[in-house]
C-alpha cells in the first residue's frame, strides 16, 4: 500500500492486496470459522487465514499475500488515530478497497478508538431494522445482507462488502445509514431544495449553493462516468440528487460524531472535498477534524488534490468495457 498526501508518497509502506475478485467470496466476512463470526477484533493475518479457508472451500481466487496492517506515521494513520472523521473513498466493485476499510476499523479498534462506521449503502429507512437484525443476531453477518436488500437494491455481491461489515459487527461498532429514502431522493432530483421542507433542505446543506467551479467539475465528472451518453437534461437533477446525498451522509456523521469517531464508507465521489461529504461538514460542523481518503488502484486518477491523501491499492480489479452497458 502506497499512501500519498499532497505532493508527497510514502512508497515504503506496505501494500494492501485483496483476497480475491467479486464474487469469489462466500457469504462469509472473511473473519469466520464454519460459519461462526468470532466476537472481538481479529488481527489481519488471522482474518486473512480465515479467508483462505473459506475461499479454498468455494473453489475461489486467492491473492498471494495477506492483507497488511496499516503503515505507521502515514497520513492514514495518523487520520485513524486523531480525526474525527475519515471518509474512506472506493472504488465499489474493488475488493482491495474493502480490504483496506477492514484493515481501517481493525486498525482504530486496535489503539482503543470505538468509532461508528456510516455507509453510503444504507438508506435511512432500513435503519430499524438493520437495528432489529443486530439486536436478535449480533454476530451474524451473513444475514445483513437480507435485512439490507443489498442485491435488489443494486449493490451486487454482498460479499464484496462483508469484510467492512465484518469488521464492525466484530468489535461490535454502531452501524448508521448514511444514505436518503428513495422519496426524497426523488423529490431531490425533480426540484432540489423547492422539493423539501425548508428545514430538511438546510439540514442537508442544500439551502446554500455549491461553488460554480465545484459544480462544473461535478457535472463533467458526471458526464465522464456516464461515457459521454447522458442527455444534458439529464445532468442538473443528478447534481441536485449527488447534493442531497452527500447532505444525508454528512448529516449522519454529524449525528454520530457527537459520541465518538466516525468512519465513513462511501464511493469516491462522495469523499470529495471540492463537492463531497467532507465540503458540507466544512460547512455544517466546522469545528470537526475531517481527514477524507481516495482509495485508488494504481495508475487510476482520482484528482489528489481533492483528498487530504490517496491510498494504492495495487491493480484494480478485471473488468469489461465499462461503457457498453451505456450502448445497449
Not at 159 to 172: E, T
Given at each position: 500500500m502506497a499512501v500519498e498526501?499532497?505532493?508527497?508518497?510514502?512508497?515504503?509502506?506496505?501494500?494492501?492486496?485483496?483476497?480475491?475478485?467479486?464474487?469469489?467470496v462466500p457469504g462469509g466476512t472473511g473473519r469466520a470459522d464454519a460459519g461462526r463470526l468470532v466476537r472481538g477484533p481479529r488481527p489481519a493475518l488471522a482474518g486473512w487465514l480465515a479467508g483462505l479457508v473459506a475461499l479454498a472451500l468455494a473453489g475461489g481466487a486467492l491473492a498471494a499475500t495477506p492483507p497488511e496492517p496499516i503503515p505507521p506515521g502515514s497520513?492514514?494513520?495518523?487520520?485513524?488515530?486523531?480525526?474525527?472523521?475519515?471518509?474512506?473513498?472506493?472504488?465499489?466493485?474493488?475488493?482491495?478497497?474493502?480490504a483496506l476499510q477492514a484493515a481501517a476499523i481493525d486498525h482504530m479498534v486496535a489503539l482503543g478508538r470505538r468509532p461508528t462506521v456510516v455507509f453510503e449503502m444504507i438508506p435511512a429507512d432500513l435503519?430499524?431494522?438493520?437495528?432489529?437484525?443486530?439486536?436478535?443476531?449480533?454476530?451474524?453477518?451473513?444475514?445483513?445482507s437480507a435485512v439490507l436488500r443489498w442485491t435488489d437494491r443494486g449493490w451486487?455481491?454482498?460479499?464484496?462488502?462483508?469484510?467492512?461489515?465484518?469488521?464492525?459487527?466484530?468489535?461490535?461498532?454502531?452501524?448508521?445509514?448514511?444514505?436518503l429514502e428513495d422519496a426524497e431522493k426523488r423529490a431531490a432530483?425533480?426540484?432540489g431544495a423547492d422539493g423539501l421542507d425548508p428545514a430538511r433542505a438546510a439540514a442537508l446543506g442544500l439551502d446554500q449553493d455549491l461553488d460554480p467551479a465545484a459544480e462544473a467539475d461535478l457535472a463533467e465528472t458526471l458526464r465522464v462516468s456516464h461515457c459521454g451518453m447522458l442527455p444534458e437534461t439529464a445532468i442538473a437533477p443528478m447534481i441536485r440528487?449527488?447534493?442531497?446525498?452527500?447532505?444525508?451522509?454528512?448529516?449522519?456523521?454529524?449525528?454520530?460524531?457527537?459520541?465518538?469517531?466516525?468512519?465513513?464508507?462511501?464511493?469516491?465521489?462522495?469523499?470529495?472535498?471540492?463537492?463531497?461529504?467532507?465540503a458540507v461538514l466544512a460547512r455544517q460542523a466546522p469545528t470537526l477534524t475531517v481527514r477524507a481518503f481516495a482509495l485508488a488502484a494504481d495508475g487510476a486518477d482520482p484528482g489528489d488534490a481533492a483528498f487530504d491523501g490517496t491510498v494504492r491499492t495495487g491493480p484494480p480489479p478485471e473488468r469489461?468495457?465499462?461503457?457498453?452497458?451505456?450502448?445497449?
Open positions: 498526501s499532497g505532493n508527497w508518497t510514502d512508497r515504503t509502506a506496505p501494500r494492501v492486496t485483496a483476497i480475491g475478485r467479486p464474487g469469489t497520513a492514514l494513520a495518523d487520520a485513524l488515530a486523531g480525526a474525527d472523521v475519515v471518509v474512506l473513498g472506493e472504488i465499489h466493485d474493488d475488493p482491495a478497497h474493502h435503519q430499524p431494522a438493520l437495528d432489529a437484525h443486530r439486536a436478535a443476531a449480533p454476530e451474524d453477518v451473513d444475514g445483513l451486487g455481491d454482498f460479499a464484496l462488502f462483508a469484510p467492512v461489515f465484518g469488521a464492525a459487527v466484530s468489535a461490535g461498532l454502531p452501524i448508521r445509514a448514511g444514505d432530483g425533480r426540484t440528487v449527488q447534493r442531497a446525498r452527500d447532505g444525508a451522509m454528512a448529516a449522519a456523521v454529524m449525528a454520530a460524531a457527537a459520541e465518538g469517531p466516525v468512519v465513513l464508507i462511501a464511493g469516491q465521489g462522495h469523499a470529495r472535498r471540492d463537492w463531497g461529504v467532507p469489461g468495457d465499462p461503457c457498453e452497458a451505456f450502448r445497449k
